[in-house]
RNA sequence: GCCGACGUAGCACAGCGGUAGUGCAACCGAUUCGUAAUCGGUAGGUCGCGAGUUCGAUUCUCGCCGUCGGCACCA
């Protein structure tokens, strides 16, 4: 005699076991409509399971987060049942829901293109409009196996083989078609609703190994109506115009020519851009008492052979020879990395414990020589430099050092308009150098210091570097993907192979634990990322051109030259714009190129002295005699970091 | 690197087996016009690179390079 709890608290006993599609009906014709599905004791469910016992239950409706991602998996069904009946000889494998939509992965000699998406939409609406319902099959290893041999389904055949023992496992169909599946999913096909759009198609290996073969993955995302939909499709095309490589464009900041794939040319705008974060972070390092260095470009391969790098890393790194013929053996690399040219600089001279924590910083141009397939604009570059840092301390400063960079990297992600950030903690893989007990001691060090820097973290297991276990700050790009930034990655291993010590307190020689350090990560893919989160309208210290002072009559002329050479002097970015054209066209054309402060010079400024400033894209204008506008700019252009410092006599 | 799509003027795009067009930008001229595009004129392209098919290729085929979307990779 099951009782059934429901969330309000109420308790409904049954005679026997139940299916949720009783217990709704006996609730309420409106229940019994909108219930897709249920959680009994936490566990998501087909509305059709049978409940034999006391339990708790929550019918999921449409609204219920749990029911779009059934939408999504269902529609991925819905895809694989359309493609197979239109192209036979397709055979499925896995298609799971994602973040807002799903794919399904197939196998067919002739990828897919987008040409086939309206026959395919077609089919599925086709599909969803037969209402077929989901109906869920327990069946033996050797059952399951047998339907998918029958069929020619290696892939999933596969699958069930690799299974574990004690996996139940189940069958799901839609009217004629079936799957292999887990579920759960709603009751049946025309619970998916029309609100679903085929994306895009790609590649993708079979269980994502390389050596296996390349499936073709159809793309799609569904919603829970027509208007979710629009709004998500809407926000897409939002989200391509703040683009770093359109904005980058637009406003002149950078591009990027075969010539030099993967390496950045920065232009003058660009550059000022850099220059300003670079300047700031420069600061900050400074004030967080770091230590700036800088080391060489080109390296002999003896030192990546002592580090490891050429062994581990050689065919990611660009190597150089000479013609020269006493030269000719020796070869070197571009460093695709710092931390080995810092520890020569630590190895210089005998350290002592009291010279630890050493923070040791570059702004370090590294080369890599990345897969050209994951090459992106400026985030995913061969050439690029990192705000590098390592910190040479003692074991037992590596929680006290890892609040610190937390507490640092936070403050310069909000001063550059990152608030919201995902930190990931990544612990040891399964091939690691070192004991133990010292990932044991590494590991704690780094989960208690975001505890107490109050930083909250996911665990991304066995993710960590074979040397040591790592921290992750990751941005999300304005298309929606994730961008490891900052890091942090505790390493015991490289002062081994370049024999770093210092001189313990007891008098005997330790090896220093080595911090490696980021906040940006790289200066080209903070920037890209930087560029699309302000969608190229940065904040008045960022910003490369942060005043035009435009004229309206040319008699205005001299004054605009004068209120710009104002400007310049209090430390502005500033450029005229005196061109014989209508004040309208001058507004257009600089809110396009996304500058924040219009200065308008008229006759009438021109002769009392004054700037009309506008705010762009904004249309507010204040009029201000020209040292106040100086004033009132200089004191809003200026860096955070700066901004608290008083500000010295005019 | 793998799968697919794409590569035409500075930018956005059109076109096509008979040696290229539109808009904006650029340049020249007129206009001096008070806050979301003034008017007129001119110039600009080995149609990514190489090879093949063809009387003839920007157009068709192949190779390479690059870009884009994924996959894989990301010390």
């Known amino acids: 005699m099951p009782v059934i709890t429901l969330p309000d608290g109420s308790t409904r006993p049954f005679d026997g076991a139940v299916t949720g599609t009783t217990v709704a009906a006996s609730i309420g014709p409106g229940l019994a409509k909108a219930a897709l599905a249920m959680e009994v004791d936490g566990r998501l469910m087909d509305l059709s399971a049978e409940i034999g016992t006391d339990a708790k239950l929550r019918f999921i409706t449409r609204r219920d987060p749990e029911a779009l991602e059934m939408i999504r998996h269902d529609c991925a069904h819905v895809l694989a049942e359309a493609v197979q009946e239109l192209f036979p000889g397709t055979q499925v494998t896995i298609g799971p829901s994602i973040e807002n939509g799903f794919y399904y992965d197939f196998h067919r000699n002739e990828p897919f293109t987008p040409e086939d998406f309206p026959a395919i939409e077609a089919k599925m609406r086709e599909i969803i409009a037969r209402g077929a319902a989901f109906q869920r099959r327990v069946v033996s290893r050797a059952e399951a196996v047998d339907v998918f041999v029958k069929k020619g389904e290696r892939f999933k055949v596969e699958l069930i083989r690799d299974l574990p023992a004690d ?41 994502g190994k390389p050596e296996n073969p390349v499936l073709s993955r159809i793309y799609g995302t569904a919603w829970r109506d027509q208007k979710e939909l629009d709004a998500y499709l809407t926000m897409l095309e939002e989200a391509e115009k703040r683009d770093h490589r359109k904005i980058g464009r637009e406003m002149h900041l950078f591009h990027l020519q075969e010539e030099a794939t993967g390496s950045v040319f920065w232009h003058p705008k660009g550059w000022k851009l850099y220059r300003t974060v670079e300047d700031y972070m420069r600061r900050r390092l400074d004030a967080a008492d770091y230590e700036e260095v800088k080391t060489p470009q ?341 860096a955070p970091d700066l901004s608290s410092a008083p500000v010295a006599a005019e």
């Not at 609100?195 to 790609?202: D, G, T």
């Not at 581990?312 to 790194?317: E, G, L, Q, S």
């Not at 050092?401 to 937390?406: A, D, I, K």
């Not at 403050?411 to 919201?420: E, H, K, N, P, S």
Request: glycine share 8%.
């Open 167 to 207: 996996q139940v496992i189940t069958l799901y169909s839609q009217g004629e078609w079936t799957d292999l599946c887990r579920g759960p999913h709603m009751r049946t096909t025309a619970d998916i609703g029309p609100a679903f759009k085929l994306q895009k198609v790609a590649g993708a290996y079979w269980r």
């Open 298 to 638: 080109l390296v002999d391969r003896r030192l990546w052979e002592a580090s490891g790098h050429w062994e581990k890393f050689r065919h990611a790194m660009f190597l150089a020879k000479v013609e020269d013929k006493d030269e000719a053996d020796r070869t070197y690399a571009l460093k695709p990395m710092n931390c080995p040219c810092h520890v020569q600089i630590f190895n210089q001279g005998i350290r002592s414990y009291r010279d630890l924590p050493m923070r040791m910083a570059e702004f370090g141009a590294c080369h890599r020589f990345e897969p050209s397939g994951a090459l992106h604009g400026i985030m995913r570059v061969r050439a690029f430099t990192q705000d590098d840092a390592h910190i040479f301390c003692e074991e037992h400063q590596i929680a006290a050092e890892t609040v610190r960079f937390v507490d640092l990297l936070s403050a310069i992600y909000r001063d550059l308009g990152f608030t919201d950030f995902r930190v990931k903690f990544s612990d040891r893989p399964e091939v690691r150098a070192g004991e133990d007990a010292v990932w044991d001691r590494a590991e704690g060090a780094l989960k208690e210091a975001c505890v107490t820097a109050g930083v909250e973290y996911e665990l991304n297991p066995g993710e960590g570097a074979f040397y040591g276990p790592k921290l992750e700050f990751v941005l999300r790009d304005a298309i929606g993907r994730d961008w490891q930034c900052g890091t942090l990655q505790v390493d015991f291993v490289l002062p081994e192979r370049l024999d770093a010590t210092y001189v313990a307190e007891d008098g005997t020689r330790k090896r220093p634990v080595m911090l490696h350090r980021a906040i940006l990560g790289s200066f080209e893919r903070f920037l890209g990322i930087l560029i699309e989160q302000h969608a190229g309208r940065f904040p008045l210290w960022l910003a490369p051109v942060q005043v035009v002072v435009a004229t309206i009559v040319d008699d205005a002329t001299p004054f605009a030259q004068q209120a710009a050479a104002a400007l310049r002097a209090a430390g502005l970015r500033v450029e005229t714009d005196l061109r014989n054209e209508k004040i309208n066209r001058k507004v257009v054309d600089h809110i396009e190129q996304r500058v924040p402060v219009l200065a308008v010079v008229g006759r009438r400024e021109a002769e009392e002295g004054k700037l009309v400033l506008r705010r762009l894209p904004g249309r507010e204008q204040e009029v201000l005699p020209l040292a106040e506008a100086v004033a009132l700019l200089r004191r809003e252009g200026m």
